[in-house]
């Protein structure tokens, strides 16, 4: 019983901090300091100080970083970790 009360009581702790995180994000993202905007190469949601499309994102830029179950998986195609799939244009 006790393993559930602290499962409980980390998963209330993870959520709020979410939760406030996503807050203050939206603040920042209202008073003009940071938006939330698409990245021109992969158009990934990241942030950015500016209101225009930046060139690159941490997804460009590190996607092993981004993806490291996928790239655990996939070892001969180590950097490159996008879905195929996808219908995005990379």
Not at 10 to 20: C, K, N, Q, S, Y
Request: hydrophobic share 45%.
């Amino acid at each position: 019983m006790t393993v559930y009360e602290v499962l409980t009581v980390a998963l209330i702790v993870v959520l709020g901090t979410a939760a406030t995180a996503a807050i203050y994000l939206g603040l920042l993202n209202w008073i003009g300091a940071a938006y939330v905007v698409r990245c021109a190469g992969c158009r990934h949601l990241t942030v950015s100080s500016d209101r225009r499309q930046p060139e690159t994102c941490p997804h460009c830029r590190h996607p092993v970083l981004m993806h490291p179950v996928h790239a655990a998986h996939h070892p001969r195609q180590f950097a490159d970790v996008r879905v195929a799939g996808d219908a995005l244009k990379y």
